[in-house]
C-alpha cells in the first residue's frame, strides 16, 4: 500500500535552516508529482511547494519563495523540502502529499503523517 514518512523536523531559531524528507512506498514514485503542505496550529491547509515527476518543474506560493526548496530523488524515491531563513510563521506540522498525475495540479490522494517544524527562539 501507498506510505509516505516525513522526518527531518524539530526546533529551529529563526533564521535557521531544516531539511524534511519523505521517504515513499507503495507505488511507481518517479511517475507522480508530488506536494509540500502545512498546517500552523489552529488553522487550515496551507500548499508549501510542488514538483513535478521528474523534477523539473516546481512552484511555491510567495510566503516561501525564495527561502524553500522542494527537490526528488526518484532512484531513492524521496522528497525533500530544503527550508532557510525560518520564521516563527512557519512553525506547523509539514506533510507530503501524492497528486494523482505527474504534473502537480489537481487532487492529491495520499498523505504523509506530517512532522513538526518548530520556530522559536
Known amino acids: 500500500q501507498v506510505q509516505l514518512v516525513e522526518s527531518g523536523g524539530g526546533l529551529v531559531q529563526p533564521g535557521g535552516s531544516l531539511r524534511l524528507s519523505c521517504a515513499a512506498s507503495?507505488?511507481?514514485?518517479?511517475?507522480?508529482?508530488m506536494s509540500w503542505v502545512r498546517q500552523a496550529p489552529g488553522k487550515g491547509l496551507d500548499w508549501v511547494s510542488g514538483?513535478?515527476?521528474?523534477?523539473?518543474?516546481?512552484s511555491y506560493p510567495d510566503s516561501v519563495k525564495g527561502r524553500f526548496t522542494i527537490s526528488r530523488d526518484n532512484a531513492e524515491n524521496t522528497l525533500y523540502l530544503q527550508m532557510n531563513s525560518l520564521k516563527p510563521e512557519d512553525t506547523a506540522v509539514y506533510y507530503c502529499?501524492?497528486?494523482?498525475?505527474?504534473?502537480?495540479?489537481?487532487?492529491?490522494?495520499?498523505w504523509g503523517k506530517g512532522t513538526l517544524v518548530t520556530v522559536s527562539s
Open positions: 507503495g507505488f511507481t514514485f518517479s511517475s507522480y508529482a
Open positions: 514538483i513535478d515527476s521528474g523534477g523539473g518543474s516546481t
Open positions: 502529499a501524492k497528486f494523482m498525475n505527474d504534473y502537480p495540479r489537481g487532487g492529491m490522494d495520499y
